[in-house]
């Protein structure tokens, strides 16, 4: 990403399109073949340091780099940019870079998908309590919890193809994207504008907005970064659960911590969730950055205003590289996930059987028994065991239900025991995790 995003890589982009821009005019019969040749033979000789030189002078940076390349091309150097607005370049540039960067991601998308449903897998059936108003509510599975970042990664992913479809250049249009200059330059030739912006799009590998003003439309950025801003909040949802999980009233799931690692300065014993610290930190840095970009859109006036020039220069590769730090993180993350069985367990056997009286009372119905009256019986031993617990004591909700006469009289002691397990109170929970990790599986596959 830092490749993509580099200096040399967007002047070797510009001296691509510029070089497109000649092959067209030639076929044109504008310029000639041994022109071109010179600009080909020059496009990696990159010099940022004469260039900056110039640009201090001149105060145009796409002009110091036209002149950098124009002394590199004794031959080719009269024709660089010839018609040409800065634009017509640059937004070029800039989509090529995007789809490029885009492919990346989702190349890092499908990595993560890959070890997430390895986890799925493994954890599909593995009972743990679940949490509503971060308050215990019924069990789930660590597979069925994970799952739910799997389905949004894959919508996640979903939208990344879209867009990386849908992207499109400025194309060839001039100044205020009326293709003027071109046709005034094409005149007389046997290319119309149309055609000869065909041929340059066509030989740099993107496809252009039917219309465009100085620029392609800024809703094009705003629609990247809500894209880019999605995947970030799936991953930031997913590092908040961890670092909750993490946290040792409840303990169940804790990120990988090396043998030598430091947690504290300060306190030695401490094991502070920084990946997922850093996951949330930079996410919230992505999704600021959409403001920008909506703001970009929204107050372009007329055919171009430079207000959008400055920002765009370092929200969108930031946007980028900031997804791709993420993307590197949460795969590490992922990989080495702990999940501590004994808490699980304990957290189980503490909350599950308050959520398990839903099946005590569903098996009473069914032997015969008042529905209103059982309901109240278990209320009340429900409330003296949540009390017992808020105590620290242990949960006491079996040994006072399989103990409970009235209750007794439609079910056995050992019955009770059973339906009291929240362990087993997972309801298709397994299955549907299986069903998204098949869904991914099949989404990789697709890829390959």
Not at 46 to 57: G, H, L, P, T, V
Not at 72 to 98: E, F, P, Y
Not at 391 to 412: A, C, R, Y
């Amino acid at each position: 990403m830092r490749s993509v995003y580099s200096e040399v890589h967007k002047r070797k982009l510009l001296r691509t399109i510029w070089i497109a821009i000649a092959k067209a005019q030639m076929k044109a019969g504008l310029v000639t073949s041994e022109q071109v040749d010179d600009l080909i033979a020059h496009k990696d000789d990159i010099d940022i340091k004469r260039a900056s030189e110039i640009e201090k002078e001149i105060h145009h940076d796409l002009m110091a780099e036209i002149k950098t390349y124009a002394e590199q091309c004794q031959m080719g150097g009269k024709i660089i940019h010839l018609g040409a607005t800065s634009m017509d370049v640059l937004d070029n540039m800039d989509i090529i870079r995007q789809k490029e960067a885009l492919s990346l991601i989702e190349q890092s998308v499908i990595t993560l998908l890959e070890v997430l449903s390895q986890r799925i897998e493994e954890e599909s059936a593995t009972a743990c309590m679940a949490f509503t108003h971060i308050q215990p509510a019924e069990p789930t599975t660590i597979g069925y919890r994970l799952s739910q970042i799997g389905q949004d990664l894959l919508e996640d992913l979903d939208d990344i193809k879209h867009l990386y479809k849908r992207l499109k250049g400025k194309g060839i249009k001039g100044a205020v994207g009326t293709s003027a200059s071109y046709m005034a330059l094409l005149e007389g030739t046997n290319l119309n504008s149309i055609e000869f912006e065909s041929l340059i799009m066509k030989e740099i590998g993107i496809e252009a907005f039917d219309v465009a003003t100085q620029v392609y439309t800024r809703g094009q950025d705003y629609r990247l970064g809500v894209v880019l801003a999605s995947l970030c909040g799936t991953l930031s949802k997913l590092a908040l659960n961890i670092r909750l999980l993490q946290s040792p009233p409840i303990g169940e799931w804790s990120e990988p911590f090396g043998s030598k690692q430091v947690g504290s300065s300060a306190m030695p014993f401490k094991r502070n969730p920084i990946n997922s610290e850093k996951i949330d930190s930079l996410c919230r840095l992505a999704s600021s950055k959409v403001e920008v970009l909506w703001n970009n859109n929204a107050n372009m006036m007329l055919e171009r205003t430079l207000d959008d020039s400055a920002n765009r220069r370092m929200v969108i590769p930031e946007l980028f590289l900031t997804c791709d730090e993420v993307l590197t993180t949460s795969i590490k993350l992922i990989k080495g996930l702990n999940f501590h069985t004994t808490t699980i367990k304990r957290n189980l056997s503490t909350y599950g059987p308050f959520a398990a009286t839903e099946k005590v009372l569903m098996a009473l119905g069914k032997e015969g028994a008042d529905r209103q009256e059982m309901h109240e019986r278990i209320r009340e031993h429900s409330l003296v065991a949540w009390e017992a617990v808020q105590e620290g004591n242990v949960n006491p909700l079996i040994e006072l239900i399989s103990h409970d006469k009235d209750i007794l009289h439609f079910l056995t002691k050992e019955a009770i025991i059973v339906l009291l397990d929240g362990s087993e109170y997972v309801g298709d929970a397994p299955q549907r995790a299986m069903k998204i990790r098949n869904k991914i599986q099949e989404a990789i596959k697709e890829k390959s």
